[in-house]
């Protein structure tokens, strides 16, 4: 049940976001932002980059394509590496853990039951101040403390070139944003509908069909595929082999989430997650915090954001089933999950070597800097559900 929904949203969105890539377009984004901010305001730039291109984009594939960026500024203004490169790792951190279609958020919520619409628009409205606080303000604090010049063997990276430079950017970021959009206002009417705020009819069935995720992501994967490949000289082979290729890497993730998806459910089958459930509860956490904790530890423990979400989410669920919980108090469950799962990012998770190889650190270094801010980032995060808890 979990592959038959998740499957399916991973892979459009894989397929999407490799159209995206091997265009040009992300680059073209980027860039644009670096040309509009300028130099001394770069690092708000890549902020603003990561975070639209990590909506469609993986996140370890997002930043490899835009890593020489980060080269040629530091060469042109002799600041730290880091100064650059940390407003975009946490900015592509928050989109990949908070904002649909990324593989995380898309499994808890089809573990825990709750629509992607409220998951999007709190996650906009939790990731933006993440992002700012951990990426722009702690980042800059750590890029004073720690000097990181390009690695020598990077430098050959630093290149001229510009990719999708004829794409006009309001396409690229009308093209990124489509797939939200239809969701968020499938999830607004279908609230306005229970609330009898309108009537059911033609015009409310249409914004539901579309905004439903297989078919936004279907529409938005086919506009890409026209606009962005057939419009500018790709053949239908080169788009397939694109396709094609963009499911590999989703395999995994999509094997990991069905596991998660019989997790789940042999917890609730066998009673054990109920008795787990109960144990967890007669500590009398809130359960925001529990949902954070949770993941946090099992972060900690294997590495892996994704896994340490889904193996979170398939523990609590026997919990949130037998509770009258809303549909945006459970989004903001499945936040809380993700900001857990994206802290204390260290040795044993993929990502931190990643950073580490790329910006050419030391152990030490990375776990000074990008380590640090995976904890700023998910304390920030859990303090700002911890208040929108308040007011849903």
Known sequence: GTLGYVATVVGLGAIFGAILEHSG??????????????????????????????????????FVILAPLLYGLQKKTGKSLLYFALPLTASLAVTHAMIPPTPGPIAVADIINVPLGWIILFGFIVGIPTTIVSGLIFGKYVASKIYIETPPEMIQNITSKKRGDDIPVSLIITLILTPVFLILANTLTDVLLKKE????????????????????????TLLALYLLGINYGFTKEQLQEVSTKALAPAGVIILITGAGGVFKQMLIETGAGVLFAEKLLAYNIYLILLAFLLAMIIRVLQGSATVAMITSAGILAPILINMDMSEPQLALITLA???????????????????????????????????????????TALGLIMVLSAFV
């Not at 291109?53 to 996140?59: D, E, K, Y």
């Not at 705020?197 to 938005?220: D, R």
Request: charged fraction near 10%; proline fraction near 4%; hydrophobic fraction near 55%.
């Open 337 to 379: 999950i993700a900001a857990g799962a994206t802290s204390f990012s260290h040795v044993n998770d993929s990502g931190f070597w990643l950073i580490n190889r790329y910006l050419g650190m030391t152990e030490a270094q990375t776990l000074k800097s990008w380590t640090m801010v995976s904890v700023v980032l998910a304390f």
């Open 25 to 62: 377009a992300t680059e073209r984004v980027s860039r644009w932002l670096l040309d509009k901010f300028g130099i001394n305001n770069s690092p708000i730039a890549l902020s603003i980059a990561g975070f639209l291109i990590a909506i469609p984009v993986f996140l370890d594939v997002a």
């Open 197 to 220: 705020v309108i009537e059911a009819g033609f015009l409310p069935e249409i914004i539901k069909f579309c905004g439903h995720p297989f078919i936004a992501l279907i529409i938005s």
